[in-house]
């Protein structure tokens, strides 16, 4: 609606399956997957797909949902068995309103949340049908075995507080070092920061 208000003419918009877009038959220099593959079934299967339709030293952004910073919020999900629900919108608020009236501690996290008071956010927050949450220890696997390279998170207020932690700059593109940064401040990732990582020729 934006671009056709602004006549903005050389931007097409697609919507498809992930698992099909090898169809389309194209490349590209730069894909951003945002908030997705930790929704699909199988995420490696779909990023998988991505890198093939990514140019040769390509660039791709990635969000993926932390698993320390979800802790509480899994644990939640498990609690309920969520993917045998219906979350129609009536369940949603019941839930939210046990949520808030609950005094378990792990609950005080999950209300304090920007996403906790819309429906449309809440949803993406705790009722997914399916979730799945990594270490950065898992992601770095994840991308390797895609042949692809690390270079970096967006956030640049996380990447200012890790540079302050950091031996050498070269520390900035090290996922290890990055998971030993997580642990010790769990919360990090909360906001589901994407990386950047590139297509190795």
């Known amino acids: 609606r934006q671009t056709q208000e602004m006549g903005i003419k050389n931007i097409e918009y ?18 951003e997957s945002f908030g997705v593959l930790h929704h699909m079934s199988n995420p490696s299967a779909g990023l998988k797909v991505l890198t093939s339709c ?16 979800r802790e509480k919020i899994a644990a939640f999900r498990e ?6 629900l219906n979350m129609d919108n009536s369940t949603m608020k019941s839930l939210r309103k046990q949520l808030i009236l609950s005094s378990d501690e792990h609950c005080e996290g999950i209300i304090n949340s920007p996403d906790f008071f819309s429906l449309g956010s809440l949803r993406d927050l705790l009722f997914h049908v399916k979730e799945h949450n990594f270490t950065l220890n898992q ?41 030993m940064f997580e ?7 909360g906001a589901t920061d994407g990386f950047w990582c590139q297509k190795v020729s």
């Open 14 to 31: 697609l919507q498809a399956d992930i698992l099909d877009l090898q169809q389309l038959g194209r490349k590209f220099d730069i894909i």
């Open 54 to 69: 990514l140019n040769p030293s390509g660039v791709m952004m990635i969000s993926l949902y932390s698993a320390l910073a």
């Open 79 to 84: 609690s309920l068995k969520i993917e045998t």
């Open 139 to 179: 992601v770095n696997k994840l991308i390797y075995d895609e042949k692809l390279k690390f270079c970096g998170f967006e956030a640049k207020d996380i990447v200012e507080k890790f540079s302050l932690t950091a031996v050498s700059s070269d520390e900035l593109y090290d996922l290890e070092k990055w998971h």
């Open 183 to 189: 642990l010790e401040n769990p919360k990090i990732f």
